[in-house]
């Protein structure tokens, strides 16, 4: 991982995505997709083409489309919907908070190029605050895979669920980080790397970079756990808080507003429980300037230096107190 | 679904229909007047769209209200809850006993209903513009299925404002949802006035022709209406109904027809006596 994202093979987990949901679709007739004018962009030509009779494209109009999914699983389906994640949870919030939350619909929302994925386009396009909204929801399930692997996992777990799940995803090329019989849990983290004396949660596309930060933290002779936290809602409590007891403090990197997503759950934790400084690393509640998603990241500090930088100040903070 | 062919068993049903309404109706009243809380006027205004509907439309297995072939019927106006949950009872699908507690602490009969604790109701409505999505999806996964159940669903009037509905709309038409019966209960007034004053839906029919449905008006109190018009569906091979059910919001008591402030005003008890007695009264 020293050697930085850009020197490993990379994948857009859309790809796992994509096939999963076909692999599924052809084990279960059940399965069906909805869409929002939105096949490129969630690579669903393929599920289109082979299952025409299961492929509902209601247009530009999410709040049909997640009514419209509600009523697919009232009527014993169980559909994906799928659309950028930008506009299917901020358009039809609504209707996430009642038709699938509190309706305990079996619908499963595929939130697609989230985060800063589409950094050029602007803030109309980003989707940093979908894990704030989602998680405050009863019964509905979020999860961020971190890679392809994880990607496929919690699809294959959503799909044998009964209950509103948000898959929130991203277009962004990340490594190959778990192993390919990865089983996803809800409500469990996998700690990716041991250490004890700082530890670092996060998910989807920053668990990668969580991993080249401990290992430049290492060469400082800082040793730092990492926790991939896919589930965020319900989350790992017991992760977070044996994190607050076992080392010094916690950085937590998510492409998101450091307002109410990742970071705003393990600090609710820690305060609660066992507090301990707590650094949040994210959008820190701005529209973000115009820019590539890299070069966005980089920008908020969501890069292996500006997590290791972060660890490193909590520390000195930690010392001199 | 009934067969209507033989003029005495129509009657009967008939009448059947309206004893039934009739105590929808004052169910409605007292449940409202108890919870001190409630929208009697659109209770009064769907109560022979869904009576018609329970009684004797919907295929439905009263004592199986999950029985997978059921025909759905999805109550989006659901701030008309009580008149819901008094049909529900008319129709042997909820204990009659249970209405006693419509709004009381921890009852499972919330002020809009939900389907995770009522048997027998589909979605979970109150903010409008929910149920017509909703039901849209349902026909869509009867088409899958290549099943023979239907969806209705009763909406507002002054719901329609929505734009939700108008997704749905195009949604609909656009596969060709023949399975899907849209009710809307045009009792012309809305929360805070007249739905012309407001927001103007005329000519609302032409609306929904416009946008690829199969549009018929009936009069919503009038049972051989309702009954020729909802128990033929569909109209039109390949198009959704759209069944403009003309009603008078507070309807069969006459202080309280078409009249705004009844929208969820909560009867006295000296009016709620003199409702009740008014619907005793009431003759076919």
Not at chain 2, 51 to 70: C, D, M
Request: a negative charge.
């Amino acid at each position: 991982m020293s050697e930085g994202a850009s020197a490993i093979e990379t994948f857009d987990c859309r790809n796992a995505f994509a096939s999963t949901l076909e692999e599924m679709a052809a084990r279960d007739p059940r399965v069906c997709a909805v869409v929002n004018d939105s096949i490129g962009s969630t690579k669903l030509k393929g599920f289109r083409d082979r299952f025409p009779e299961r492929f509902v494209n209601v247009g530009i109009a999410e709040q049909n489309m997640v009514g419209t999914s509600a009523g697919l699983a009232t009527g014993g389906m169980i559909p994906f919907c799928c659309g950028a994640s930008c506009f299917l949870t901020a358009r039809s919030m609504e209707q996430v908070k009642v038709d699938l939350g509190y309706a305990k619909n079996n619908v499963k929302l595929c939130g697609m190029s989230s985060g800063m994925a589409y950094g050029e386009l602007g803030p109309t396009h980003h989707s940093i605050e979908d894990l704030a909204w989602t998680r405050v929801i009863p019964n509905l399930t979020v999860i961020v895979p971190a890679d392809p692997v994880e990607t496929r996992a919690a699809l294959l777990w959503a799909k044998d669920h009964v209950g509103p799940v948000f898959l929130r995803l991203s277009r962004m090329p990340v490594p190959k980080l778990l192993l390919d019989n990865h089983v996803f849990l809800p409500g469990k983290a996998a700690t990716l790397r041991d250490g004890d004396e700082i530890a670092i949660i996060a998910n989807g596309v920053m668990v990668a970079r969580a991993l080249d930060a401990a290992e430049r933290l290492h060469a400082r002779g800082v040793e730092a756990r990492v926790i991939n936290m896919a589930s965020m809602s319900p989350i790992d409590r017991d992760a977070v808080l044996r994190a607050a007891q076992e080392t010094r403090g916690i950085v937590t990197a998510e492409e998101a507003s450091i307002y109410g997503g990742l970071g705003g759950a393990v600090a609710e934790i820690v305060a609660e429980e066992h507090p301990v400084r707590v650094k949040r690393l994210g959008v820190p509640g701005v529209f973000a300037p115009t820019g590539s998603a890299e070069f966005l990241l980089e920008h908020f500090g969501l890069t292996a230096a500006g997590i290791e930088t972060a660890a490193i100040d909590l520390l000195d903070k930690e010392t001199t107190q | 679904m009934t067969d209507f062919t033989g003029k005495q068993e129509l009657s009967g049903l008939k009448e059947r229909l309206r004893k039934s309404a009739g105590n929808v109706r004052a169910r409605a009243l007292q449940m409202v007047y108890h919870a001190k809380l409630g929208h009697p006027g659109g209770d009064l205004s769907s109560a022979d769209i869904l009576t018609t509907l329970y009684l004797a439309v919907l295929r439905i297995e009263p004592g199986n209200p999950s029985w997978p072939e059921r025909d759905r019927f999805i109550l989006s106006k659901g701030h008309c809850s009580a008149a819901l949950y008094a049909t529900l009872a008319e129709a042997g699908i909820l204990d009659e006993q249970a209405l006693q507690t419509f709004m009381e602490p921890l009852s499972l009969l919330n002020g809009h209903p939900d389907r995770n604790k009522v048997k027998g109701v589909e979605a979970n409505t109150g903010p409008l513009g929910h149920g017509l999505p909703i039901a849209t999806g349902c026909a869509l996964a009867a088409k899958m299925q290549k099943a023979s159940w239907r969806t209705f669903v009763l909406t507002g009037d002054g719901e329609v404002q929505e734009g939700s509905n108008w997704e749905a709309a195009l949604c609909a038409a656009h596969y060709g949802l023949d399975n899907l019966t849209l009710i809307i209960d045009r009792n012309r007034i809305q929360q805070g006035d007249f739905t012309e004053t407001i927001l103007k839906l005329d000519p609302l029919a032409e609306k929904w022709r416009a946008f690829g449905w199969y549009v018929v008006e009936v009069n919503g109190h009038d049972y051989d209406d309702l009954l020729r018009v909802l128990s033929a569906v569909p109209h039109e091979k390949g198009k959704p109904t759209c069944v403009i059910a003309n009603t008078i919001k507070g309807r069969g008591v006459s202080f309280m027809e078409n009249k705004p402030q009844w929208h969820h005003r909560v009867p006295l008890e000296s009016e709620l006596a003199a409702a009740l007695a008014e619907l005793e009264k009431d003759e076919p």
